[in-house]
Antibody
Framework: EVQLVESGGGLVQPGGSLRLSCAAS????????MHWVRQAPGKGLLWVSR????????TYADSVKGRFTISRDNAKNTLYLQMNSLRAEDTAVYYC??????????WGQGSLVTVSS | QSALTQPPSVSGSPGQSVTISCTGT?????????VSWYQQPPGTAPKLMIY???NRPSGVPDRFSGSKSGNTASLTISGLQAEDEADYYC??????????FGGGTKLTVL
């Protein structure tokens, strides 16, 4: 069974940093593209970033480019999202998702990030 | 990259069919057959229902189907059931090599 478990969310002040992790199990992690997708409270989905199977190619939404960094450790079956210079508008549930370059076929349960003073 | 346009809400009675539209531009939906659809019941993570315009993952009922014409993709749910009540989101690959979602559509089963 595919499992994706996010961790690392919490309350952070504006301008602060946070690193999210996503532990993967039940499939060959190194074979898949991985994504981060977020959802602000009561709002819709917003694609954040993706990384290819070996970690050599990353892409970001304009709203996070230069502030967020996606990475992966295939030896540890773990996906990361380093978030710097956080803003109030980054407040959201962050989902880790497995998939192809252009869709997501399995999702984690999400990790809430709250940016507030 | 602007969000794709979906109707805020649709509704139907059990057994009926409903269609949710997803309108983009020639920079996304109109050019790429890389449109996917997700179902999100309240308080849960999204679930893939359709990928690459019209392909169903294993386990998704064949009551769910997808299509595309020009800049607009559509998700049709036939034989509506109470368990289909959820938010539905479309997504497309873009010419910037990013991904963009629609604003979401709330499906109510009357």
């Amino acid at each position: 069974e595919v499992q994706l478990v996010e961790s690392g969310g919490g309350l952070v002040q504006p301008g602060g940093s946070l690193r999210l992790s996503c532990a993967a199990s039940g499939f060959t992690f190194s074979n898949y593209w991985m994504h981060w997708v977020r959802q602000a409270p009561g709002k819709g989905l917003l694609w954040v970033s993706r990384v290819n199977s070996d970690g050599s190619t990353t892409t970001y939404a304009d709203s996070v480019k230069g502030r967020f960094t996606i990475s992966r450790d295939n030896a540890k079956n773990t996906l990361y999202l380093q978030m710097n210079s956080l803003r109030a508008e980054d407040t959201a549930v962050y989902y880790c998702a497995r998939g192809a370059k252009h869709y997501f076929d399995s999702w984690g349960q999400g990790s809430l990030v709250t940016v507030s003073s | 990259q602007s969000a794709l346009t979906q109707p805020p809400s649709v509704s139907g009675s059990p057994g009926q069919s409903v269609t949710i539209s997803c309108t983009g531009t020639s920079s996304d939906v109109g050019t790429y057959n890389r449109v996917s659809w997700y179902q999100q019941p309240p308080g849960t993570a999204p679930k893939l229902m359709i990928y690459e315009v019209s392909n169903r993952p294993s386990g998704v009922p064949d009551r769910f189907s997808g299509s595309k014409s020009g800049n607009t993709a559509s998700l049709t749910i036939s034989g509506l059931q109470a368990e289909d009540e959820a938010d539905y989101y479309c997504s497309s690959f873009t010419s910037s090599s990013t991904l963009v979602f629609g604003g979401g559509t709330k499906l109510t089963v009357l």
